[in-house]
């Protein structure tokens, strides 16, 4: 099941930090020899609660990495934390993905892989414990912290929610 978040952003006025997490190169048999093209999946952070990630492919890198900018300037969200880390565990899913969230102590650090860690780190998430079980596709991987992070609530939100006088 996909959750879908409730606060896109807007990327003016952010300064926002790219991270390439992977990039693929296809190549086409033709008749002069292999013709590559490049696909680029990347995150995009102003490391204070607001992410996103991009896919663009493209006949050269560069040029792949910044299409897959631009992808990820469209799709900025709100994380909502507590202090360093996330309000509460969660697990997201995406295809044969799955990736479990978990809020850690101050000083934990960010314990994950390398496509999750991207993901927490642009958020600005610096202290969380994380476990990715079934496939390990970097896309796939992206995909489900996103789903996982849709997931997330506050205290105060989920009072608000309830109808239920904030404290």
Do not use: W
Request: proline content about 4%.
């Amino acid at each position: 099941m996909q959750h879908e978040f409730r606060d896109r952003v807007s990327p003016e006025g952010l300064t926002l930090a790219e991270t390439v997490v992977k990039i693929n190169r296809c190549a086409a048999v033709v008749k002069g020899g292999r013709r590559f093209s490049f696909s680029a999946l990347v995150t995009v952070g102003d490391q204070a609660g607001v992410v996103g990630f991009g896919f663009g492919k493209a006949k050269e890198v560069p040029n792949a990495v910044e299409k897959a900018v631009k992808d990820g300037k469209k799709r900025l969200v709100r994380v909502p934390m507590v202090g360093t880390t996330i309000p509460h565990e969660v697990a997201g899913k995406y295809s044969a993905s799955k990736v479990v969230l978990v809020p850690a102590a101050p000083g934990t650090g960010v314990i994950a892989g390398s496509a999750v860690r991207a993901v927490l780190e642009a958020a600005g998430v610096r202290d969380i414990l994380t476990k990715a079980y079934g496939s390990t596709n970097p896309v796939n991987l992206v995909k489900a912290t996103f789903d996982g992070l849709a997931q997330l609530r506050t205290r105060k939100t989920v009072q608000r929610l309830r109808g239920g006088n904030v404290k």
